[in-house]
């Protein structure tokens, strides 16, 4: 599944995200923030610059970041 994240705030990201069941590509972040926080399982392809604390306790789930990171990724 793609999710289109360019119009969505964090929030609607990870709602988005936990629909899909884990297993999706979220194009366009621009600084989202907590991008797959807490997520149990499944591969995410991030295409853009997710915001900070991206995958803070990941708990058995896979992220790819194509693009740069900030802070705190994988935090915890």
Request: aromatic share 2%.
């Amino acid at each position: 599944m793609r999710i289109d994240t360019t119009q969505l705030n964090h929030q609607q990201v990870n709602q988005a995200l936990l629909a899909a069941g884990g297993d999706c590509t979220l194009c366009g972040c621009l600084g989202q923030r907590f991008i797959g926080a807490g997520l149990d399982g499944g591969c995410v392809l991030i295409q853009g610059i997710p915001g900070n604390a991206l995958g803070a306790y990941l708990n058995g789930a896979t992220l790819c970041v194509q693009g740069n990171a900030q802070d705190a990724v994988g935090d915890t």
